[in-house]
């Protein structure tokens, strides 16, 4: 059974740092592309950034200059880290394990930027 736990959200001021990870049990993780995405109240859910087999990174629209996605397959984890955030940012941020037809989704973490 493939399963996806995200953890590391928060409540966090703007300006501030968040460290995101998603733990994955039951599959081959290094072989498949690992994404966050996000979505916040009311709007469709997004992509943030992706990482692929190999450690290759994509970002979606306006996340490279403060978001970096990474993974350690040792730990079967991929990280999103975030900084200087801000009150757009926050939303429920998702984590997925992408490979040909395959798709699963974690439950999401929080993100709250707010002052």
């Known amino acids: 059974q493939v399963e996806l736990v995200e953890s590391g959200g928060n409540l966090v001021q703007p300006g501030g740092s968040l460290r995101l990870s998603c733990t994955t049990s039951?599959?081959?993780?290094?072989?498949?592309?690992m994404r966050w995405y996000r979505q916040a109240p009311g709007k469709q859910r997004e992509l943030v950034a992706w990482?692929?087999?190999?450690?290759?990174?994509y970002y979606g629209d306006f996340m490279r200059e403060r978001f970096t996605i990474s993974r350690d397959d040792a730990k079967n984890t991929v990280f999103l880290q975030m900084n200087n955030l801000k009150e757009e940012d926050t939303g429920t941020y998702y984590c997925?394990?992408?490979?040909?037809?395959?798709?699963?989704w974690g439950q999401g973490t929080q993100v709250s930027v707010s002052s």
């Open positions: 997925n394990a992408h490979l040909g037809l395959e798709d699963f």
């Open positions: 039951g599959l081959l993780f290094f072989i498949y592309t």
């Open positions: 990482t692929s087999q190999g450690g290759g990174t």
